[in-house]
């Protein structure tokens, strides 16, 4: 009966792993990206986001908005359909110097079955067994404006984060998000993107009965408590150029780096002080309507089935499509190396709402 016992509890364990004050990987569903435009080119796209998805990439570059009013919306069935990540956003320029936007995103695991109840005084009995969702929200207040200096704007995120699993544990937390944006007279863009710059803490609250409580002891599993969680700060800069070709054609490529501060992880530059992960991503237009986009990013360093060292690199491609004030994108990425493909779909929307000007006569 112990090995029923131990699947009971495997969905739980997770959660309190997650919710140990251990600072590596905290909040990383807020690491994933926004916009199927941003996905297909490889999430590259600090230095030259210009829609309402600055909210999320860069607030700096909400004040590009070429529209009085933007809403934007995505969906993915994320890792084959194991998790659903959903985002909507809106933003709108106060005026000539100032921007503000809206952000939510959610992602969650649903119907995991929880078990814990599966055996009571001995007996299973299936019709115990119930599920629940672990789902994580973030919501995203972003602010932006001009500085003195020209072609140099400044940005920044209050954000709050909601994260549950059904009725056993559940966090709030806060954080702060820094960010400036630089366009040169030729064209040349810069970004600086500082996450969690003040540190983000997630409170956890755990809620047990006495029976759950009684299958983690069964297991020889610790029952998780009540905990602070903090995600320490991670700064992303890129470098982005648009080139014209001629009336029909034009190029964007950027390329971005992220650097994390929460200990060693398994990326191209990787040690104890200092870890970069690079990002690069191209975007082909026809006369601005239609997009073609590549990019690569997340470069690991992975032990094989072998137990050998070999590096993984996730491609992305995407495509666009602008219809009058509609703009339609889709993403598809590859999660893991080629050899062993695990593909998500990423479909996004944008809506442009435009006043309409009055009309004078003499």
């Not at 921007?99 to 079955?113: E, K, L, N, Q, Y």
């Not at 500085?147 to 059904?166: C, D, S």
């Not at 191209?282 to 690991?300: D, M, P, S, T």
């Not at 190396?337 to 435009?354: E, G, H, K, Q």
Request: hydrophobic share 40%; glycine share 8%.
């Amino acid at each position: 009966m112990k090995k029923y016992l131990v699947a009971a509890s495997l969905a739980l364990v997770t959660s309190s792993v997650l919710a140990q004050s251990t600072p590596k990987y905290s909040n990383e569903f807020l690491n994933i990206g926004v916009g199927a435009r941003a996905f297909g080119m490889g999430n590259a796209n600090i230095a030259s986001c210009d829609d309402v998805t600055s909210g999320y990439w860069n607030p700096a570059g909400l004040l590009k908005l070429k529209d009085n009013l933007q809403l934007s919306f995505m969906h993915s069935a994320y890792l084959a359909g194991i998790a659903n990540y959903d985002y909507g956003a809106f933003a709108t320029k106060l005026d000539d110097r100032r921007a503000i936007g809206v952000s939510v995103i959610r992602f969650s695991v649903d119907g995991i079955p929880n078990t814990l109840d599966l055996i009571r005084n001995g007996q299973i009995d299936y019709n115990r067994v119930t599920s629940f969702s672990a789902s994580d929200y973030g919501f995203l207040f972003s602010y932006a404006q001009k500085t003195i200096v020209e072609g140099l704007t400044f940005g920044g995120n209050a954000k709050v984060i909601h994260r549950k699993a059904g009725q056993f544990t559940k966090a709030w937390g806060f954080g702060i998000d820094a960010a400036l944006q630089y366009q040169t007279k030729n064209e040349w863009q810069f970004g600086l993107m500082a996450r969690d710059v003040t540190t983000t803490f997630n409170a956890w609250k755990f809620s047990f009965t006495d029976n759950e409580k009684a299958v983690f002891t069964q297991t020889e599993n610790e029952i998780p408590k009540n905990s602070l969680e903090i995600t320490l700060p991670q700064f992303i800069i890129g470098a982005s150029k648009y080139f014209n070709f001629n009336d029909r054609f034009g190029l964007l490529a950027e390329s971005n780096a992220r650097i994390n501060t929460d200990g060693q992880r398994n990326v191209l530059v990787s040690s104890k002080y200092f870890n970069l992960d690079p990002n690069l991503g191209i975007e082909v237009n026809y006369k601005k309507a239609v997009f073609i986009r590549a990019g690569l990013g997340k470069i690991q360093k992975e032990l094989d089935i072998n137990n050998q060292k070999v590096t993984t690199v996730q491609p992305n491609i995407g495509v666009g499509l602008k219809l009058g004030s509609l703009m339609l994108d889709y993403a598809l990425t590859d999660i893991g190396d080629l050899s062993s493909s695990l593909y998500s779909n990423m479909f996004s929307v944008r809506f442009s709402i435009n006043k309409k000007e009055k009309a004078t006569g003499k």
